[in-house]
């Protein structure tokens, strides 16, 4: 529930925090991989025992030795603090979805409802680079996600397709009921129009229900022959419970480093793991007790 697990809760706050500080130690100490962008640390390697107040990280793959044999040590580091900062934003993310309501709300309607909804409500606008880092929104919001006209002529944007988050690199499976998110105006696949009087193209969408996923957005000439990847993947979060706006900050903050990492063929230090742990954020106040941890598990999941 929301007691347990929302941001404001001491289990929350211990349960991040240990997960924290346990992504720390694997990245200080560790002389193999253990994570990679293509897999990533998940809430399936997330072990609590002791009541509650043990938060342990298992069932990891070694991956390769970090010796400078195959890749440079500085990127094999590089990558892997990549790869721990956008796990850490995914498993808060889905501890958060756990919250009171996470997963019963639904606002989507028909089609019909929908474009009503978008008429009426105030839409919030994410430019493709800014998008790239991740979209926070509530059940109901409209959003947009802003591209730029590519500069080379006949490459269009296409409207992307709503997927789940990709898990450890395996194509994720479609939804079994209704997407987070939905799209307006438009058909996945199909070419998106520029904006009259703008060198822009923009995707509207509306927020369904609570939920991860990726719009995977495409960018070819229609000419174009063999295989087509998204040029852009957009993560979003549809939170039914309200997530402050610092900690949003930090979980796209990391994305946004992830981003910024792929796009460099020489390797950079981006925002560390190691670092994070100093922002006011994680620091501030004092830490729930075990107590109240124990307490509250005690109550819960006992």
């Known amino acids: 529930?929301?007691?347990?697990?929302?941001?404001?809760?001491?289990m929350f706050k211990h349960w991040v925090g240990e997960i924290l500080k346990a992504m720390?130690?694997?990245?200080?100490?560790?002389?193999?991989?253990c994570v990679t962008r293509t897999r990533l640390i998940s809430l399936d390697n997330v072990f609590i025992s002791n009541e509650g107040t043990v938060v342990k990280l298992g069932q990891l793959a070694w991956g390769r030795r970090?010796?400078?044999a195959t890749v440079a040590i500085l990127r094999a580091t590089t990558e892997r603090n990549a790869a721990l900062l956008q796990s850490f934003a995914d498993v808060v993310d889905d501890l958060l979805l756990t919250a009171a309501g996470a997963a019963d709300t639904?606002?989507?309607?028909?089609?019909?409802d929908e474009g009503a909804a978008a008429a009426a409500a105030a839409v919030k606008v994410f430019h493709e680079a800014d998008a790239a880092a991740g979209v926070y929104v509530s059940p109901g919001d409209v959003f947009e996600v802003v591209l730029a006209c590519p500069a080379r002529r006949n490459v269009l944007?296409?409207?992307?397709?709503?997927t789940r988050p990709s898990n450890n690199g395996a194509e994720a499976p479609p939804y079994t009921r209704?997407?987070?998110v939905r799209l307006l105006g438009g058909e996945a696949g199909r070419t998106v129009p520029r904006t009259v009087g703008e060198a822009t193209c923009r995707v509207r969408f509306v927020a369904q229900r609570a939920g991860r996923c990726e719009l995977q957005f495409a960018c070819f000439s229609p000419q174009k022959k063999g295989a087509r990847g998204p040029a852009l993947i957009v993560p979003v979060v549809v939170h039914a419970a309200r997530v402050s706006p610092t900690l949003t900050a930090i979980l796209r903050c990391c994305?946004?480093?992830v981003a910024e990492a792929e796009e460099r063929e020489t390797p950079v230090f981006p925002l560390s793991i190691t670092a994070l742990a100093t922002h006011d954020y994680f620091t501030r106040g004092p830490e729930p007790s075990l107590d109240e941890v124990m307490s509250v598990y005690a109550a819960h999941f006992a």
């Open 24 to 33: 720390i130690e694997l990245h200080t100490m560790s002389g193999y991989e």
């Open 157 to 162: 944007w296409h409207y992307p397709e709503v």
């Open 178 to 180: 209704s997407e987070p």
């Open 106 to 112: 639904d606002t989507g309607g028909e089609d019909g």
């Open 1 to 10: 529930s929301g007691a347990v697990l929302g941001e404001s809760s001491a």
């Open 255 to 257: 994305r946004a480093r």
């Open 66 to 68: 970090i010796d400078g």
